[in-house]
């Protein structure tokens, strides 16, 4: 491969596996943002999961000390797990820039199993870790019957697994007893997009939308990638920037999607601040040495000179 053509060849392999990638980006980070002014400090138990509006925001350190660095101004409910203690939720008031979570432990057997599942979700990495973790969520619900979460969970696995009927089982039997359900309804919309019901799926994340009262990242995520298999790459980049705001930088793998739209758009000035963007929040993540690679010719573009393959 020539100098010349080198550049060329990063960018498509770039777009190519940044497409592959797009539905893992809301529910986990696959890159730390950089380190920045913190906003907030959460103080639990070390290891416990942080939520904030029903967002996942990472995970507290050995310590006990969760900090993030950008929080939108306004109240916030937070919500914190930890494995062997009872779940908490709990108001965040506007500007406030410490919390203090006191957990208690539990032996609810149902809620044990439920902890114990997400962990092996989140963990899995093949057809049999994931076959385990469905076993644990089963247990959890027979435990507990009515049990919306782990259901939601269950039926990510399922949808996972390509048993799309068994995942819509879930979805339904989740809104029964939650019938304003924005997490079940934007996982509802991936599950029909997966099955190629794109109408379906539109009106499940709209549903997630409005259940949310416009707060829904992965709803936003989701109509973007629908957008964008529809060829509707300028309102695929708005839905992009939606779920930005909402996530208030904590995925930056999702300014590689909005800058991969804006390259579609032939917009490389927005391309490049994207791209720019995500290396602020994410020096060391898993891309970005093929954001770098393709950075200068882009900026080439940007300032309008032209570029001979």
Do not use: C
Not at 31 to 53: F, G, K, Q
Not at 254 to 272: H, N, R, S
């Amino acid at each position: 491969m020539n100098s010349a053509s080198r550049p060329q060849f990063y960018r498509s392999v770039f777009l190519t596996v940044v497409s592959l990638v797009a539905w893992s980006v809301v529910i986990h980070a696959q890159d730390a943002p950089a380190r920045a002014p913190v906003a907030l400090v959460i103080t639990s138990e070390p290891n416990a999961i942080v939520w904030i509006d029903e967002v996942r925001r990472g995970s507290t350190d050995a310590s006990g000390k969760l900090s993030l660095t950008k929080i939108t101004p306004g109240r916030h409910t937070l919500r914190v797990r930890a494995k062997g203690f009872k779940e908490s939720t709990t108001p965040l008031l506007a500007g406030q820039r410490t919390a203090n979570v006191k957990l208690l432990p539990t032996n609810d057997e149902a809620e044990l199993r439920f902890q114990e599942a997400e962990i092996a979700r989140d963990t899995a990495r093949d057809g049999a870790a994931k076959e385990k973790a469905v076993e644990l969520y089963v247990e959890a619900i027979k435990l507990r019957g009515a049990f919306p979460p782990a259901r939601v969970g269950l039926a990510r696995l399922y949808m996972d697994l390509n048993q799309f009927d068994k995942a819509h089982e879930q979805i339904d039997a989740a809104r029964r007893t939650r019938p304003v359900y924005p997490e079940a309804s934007a996982v509802e919309g991936r599950i029909y997009r997966e099955q190629a019901f794109e109408s379906d799926a539109v009106k499940s994340f709209k549903r997630a939308i409005t259940e949310g009262r416009g707060f829904q990242p992965e709803a936003h995520v989701g109509l973007a990638r629908l957008l964008e298999d529809k060829g509707q790459t300028e309102e695929a980049a708005a839905e992009f920037r939606k779920a930005i705001d909402q996530l208030s930088d904590s995925e930056p793998v999702i300014y590689q999607m909005l800058g991969a739209a804006y390259e579609k758009l032939q917009k490389p000035k927005e391309a490049v601040a994207a791209y720019e963007k995500y290396l602020e929040l994410a020096p060391n993540g898993s891309y970005a040495g093929a954001i770098r690679s393709i950075l200068t010719q882009l900026k080439r573009e940007a300032a309008g000179e032209e570029i001979i393959p």
